[in-house]
């Protein structure tokens, strides 16, 4: 069970190690674009290259859903980035269970977003969980986990793609391991849970009064979606690259202290200084920043305020 490209290597996975994955639920399709025409999940879309049956139930709380698999009869059902919540009589099922690959280090990080928050709460490592499944969010005894450093100039699509590759790995280490049965479950620490929720805009605009670091990985956290913003001689603008630049000023946080042709650096809170390296202009393509200020010249000294 699974519906965007971070389950697909799961999927991937599973298939190469020679388990016969007897059926694939994924999300419908969902219309998309100007045109609005319905496109398929890229769980979909691979289940179907490998020739597998895909199942697309809009609820799973009805009979329809318990029907099929109890049809199906899977010894074990696989969940990553599905979706939808399981309801007990699933979870009750299978043979072997139902097990989830998560994308934190559990308790840490449970929720919706784990890869972006660990990023935006400035996280030098984070990895991927296989868990049972419970009633709860993300709360089922721990079967494996792997640990992986967060690169300092990593962005949550690329770390969304290293996390998928290896969560895709250790589910099949631990399929092996519960048909040998060797797995130990450990609970979770209650204690130590925190909790990841959903993305939105509102997280976008960037606060000068914040340090170069907390604005480097917000910048980072929300990339692609919803982007961290920035208002630049009147235009917001998404800003998706940027670095540390290693200097140090007395100007206050929001003062421009370079923007030419030869880049963007900006003061900021604590003393820090972030250098924007690309941006998007809305309604443009993404650019690289001395790029747009050939058109938009900011001049040093110019005070950036949060855009509200």
Known sequence: MGTPDF???????LAEAGHEVCGVFTQPDKPKNRGMKLQQSPVKER?????????Q??????????????????????????????????????????????????????GAAPIN???????????????????GMDTGDILAQAKTPIGINENASQLFGRLA???????????????AG????????????THAPMLSRDQSPMDW???????????????????????????????????????????????VLQGDKKGLKIACGGGGVLEVLELQPDGKKA??????????????GTILTKQE
């Open 47 to 55: 289940a179907l290259e490998l020739g597998l049956e895909v199942y």
């Open 182 to 193: 060797t797995v130990k479950p450990v609970p979770q620490e209650e204690a130590l849970a």
């Open 209 to 255: 009064s914040r340090t170069a670091r907390q604005l480097h990985d917000q910048v980072r956290g929300l990339y692609p979606w919803p982007a961290a913003t920035a208002v630049l001689d009147g235009v917001r603008c998404k800003v998706l690259r940027t670095a540390l630049s290693g200097e140090a000023t007395g100007k206050a946080p929001g003062a």
């Open 117 to 135: 928050w660990a990023i935006l709460n400035g996280e030098e490592e984070t990895g991927v969980t296989i868990m049972y499944m419970a009633e």
């Open 165 to 179: 590759e290896m969560g895709a790995d250790l589910l099949v280490d631990t399929v092996a391991a519960l048909e």
């Open 57 to 110: 139930p809009a609820k799973l709380r009805d009979r329809e859903a318990l029907a099929i698999l109890q049809r199906l009869d899977p010894d074990l059902i696989a969940v990553a980035a599905y979706g939808k919540i399981l309801p007990v009589d699933i979870l009750n099922l299978p043979r072997l269970g139902c097990v989830n690959v998560h994308s934190s280090l559990l308790p840490r990080y449970r």
């Open 7 to 13: 389950a697909v290597p799961s999927l991937n996975a």
């Open 287 to 300: 650019m690289a920043a001395s790029a747009f200020l050939l058109g938009h010249p900011v001049p040093s």
